[in-house]
């Protein structure tokens, strides 16, 4: 009777625990064979017996026990272990806690799963100044995208890589993914929300008693000279006239009313007494002085100027968001070189700044400010050579559509109310300045005549040793006038 008991209670344990042998090899890891035993323990008659079986039972594969030999099984691995948890879930009731710790370190799945084993992804190239457009704010539209294709978006851990992967099970979702990202990019590079990241420039900073009028000019408006703002010139004129012409008739009392008197009641002894209010001498109090404009009253402060070591004639903003349009954009300009030379008839071209004149908005609320730029002998050699270098990058597909209509203006900024510091404590932030004081000191100023150098490809916000733009490509003008 007791060995039948004992068979009883070995035969259960069987039912319940022989899911969780293998025997068969696995045919999702290239053929690897791996062949489990089962080790139980059992207590009988108050000692603990420990049992080895060792059956050909039915076919299951754990996969934390095979070696797998690439990244992509791994994966599938990964996937097939969270199965196998669902199907642990199912198991009977019936199963002790020391089994089910077995079964949670390994977890199993039967061997015809439905799982597919391939993974297909792409690698697109971005530039990391888009990362922030393609995950939106706070991962909005990254997560929408990866809902709707089912893929997986992967961002570079290194700051210097910019390409980014899209994982998914199809090549469909990964293509319908990768036409997602592309939409973003091409709608963002064509709004304002992607600023000018290069520009062809014309350094004049290499000029040391250029470099000296322009720190003299900021330190004179910022209030180490305050005589070039009028303290006059905060009220409009217009307005002060009306006010001079209304009701004139009424400022002084009229004849009529001059000898009225007032009678006053006395208590004491019932008698009035007359008086005569024009008699009353009036207190008059001497006009209070008006306080002089200050720069920052006018909305002039320190950030709208433009840095005297980083003054330039600017040819063509460029937007380079990633480092294939840098590399181009380099190769381009060294390309045309001959060009440039062939247009200048390899002569030296100057240029004289004369004035300033307001390029937007008018000169009481203006918001660019700069100097008027003239080739010296007016052979219209310099316009030329930039005109060489604007055709050359529209031709390479550099240049957005809405930039390609811009006519250039040869102009050297000297304000800009968009270079503003802004201040989040200070939100009514002016995007403008009066520049009437400005200009009635300097606009006939006459800033010096210079020789143009070279042409650079220059990258925004970011700066050589000496305090210009860094220069990503360069090339020369002519300096010497050849013999002929």
């Known amino acids: ?128 100044s888009l990362f922030r457009f393609i995950k939106g704010k706070g991962g909005y539209t990254q997560k929408k995208i990866e809902e709707e294709t089912k893929v997986k978006i992967i961002f570079p851990s290194s700051k210097e890589d910019e390409c980014i992967t899209i994982e998914g099970i199809s090549i469909d979702s990964v293509t319908s993914a990768s036409e997602k990202i592309h939409a973003i990019i091409d709608e963002t590079v064509k709004s304002r929300n992607l600023d000018y990241s290069h520009f062809i420039s014309l350094p004049l900073a290499i000029h040391p008693e250029l470099v000296s009028k322009l720190i003299n000019f900021q330190n004179t408006i ?65 006009p209070k002085a008006s306080k002089a404009s200050t720069s920052s009253d006018l909305g002039i402060d320190k950030s709208i100027f433009i840095k005297p070591k980083t003054f330039h004639l600017t040819v063509l903003m460029l937007k380079l968001w990633n480092k294939d349009r840098v590399k181009t954009a ?69 240049v957005l559509e809405n930039d390609t209509k811009q006519t250039l203006k040869m102009h050297a900024t000297v304000m800009n109310s968009r270079h503003r510091k802004r201040t989040k404590w200070k939100r009514n932030n002016v995007d403008s300045f009066d520049a009437r004081g400005i200009f009635e000191k300097y606009g006939s100023e006459d800033w010096g005549q210079y020789l143009i150098r070279e042409a650079h490809l220059s990258k925004r916000f970011s700066f050589d040793e000496k305090g210009y733009y860094h220069c990503c490509a360069s090339i020369p003008f002519p300096e010497n006038i050849q013999a002929e």
């Open 330 to 398: 380099t190769e381009v300009l060294q390309s045309i070189s001959s060009k440039v030379m062939e247009a200048l008839d390899n002569r030296p071209v100057s240029i004289g700044l004369k004035g300033l004149e307001c390029m937007k908005g008018s000169m009481a609320k203006a918001r660019v400010l700069y100097a008027p730029v003239e080739e010296i002998g007016s052979e219209g050699r310099l316009l030329r050579a930039c005109q060489v270098l604007i055709d050359a990058y529209i031709e390479a597909g550099l």
């Open 1 to 128: 009777m007791i060995g039948c008991r004992f068979l009883f209670r070995v035969d259960r344990v069987l039912r319940v625990t022989n899911t969780y042998v293998s025997s068969n090899p696995t045919s999702h890891f290239q053929g690897q064979r791996t062949y489990y035993g089962l080790s139980s323990d059992f207590i009988m008659s108050g000692r603990k017996k420990k049992v080895c079986i060792d059956h050909n039972i039915k076919s299951i594969w754990r996969p934390i026990a095979t070696n797998a030999t690439s990244s992509e099984e791994s994966s599938i691995a990964a996937a097939t272990v969270e199965s196998g948890v669902a199907a642990d879930e199912n198991t009977e009731s019936g199963t002790s806690s020391g089994q089910l710790k077995g079964n949670v370190e390994n977890k199993v799945l039967e061997g015809d799963s439905s799982l597919s084993t391939q993974k297909h992804s792409i690698s697109v190239q971005v530039g990391a």
């Open 222 to 286: 910022l209030g180490n000279d305050d005589s070039c703002i009028d303290e006059n010139l905060d009220t409009d004129s217009s307005n002060e006239a009306e006010d001079t012409t209304d009701n004139k008739e009424g400022d002084q009392p009229s004849k009529e009313i001059a000898d009225v008197a007032v009678e006053l009641k006395v208590d004491d002894d019932s008698k009035s007494v007359k008086v005569n209010y024009t008699n009353i001498p009036l207190v008059s109090y001497a």
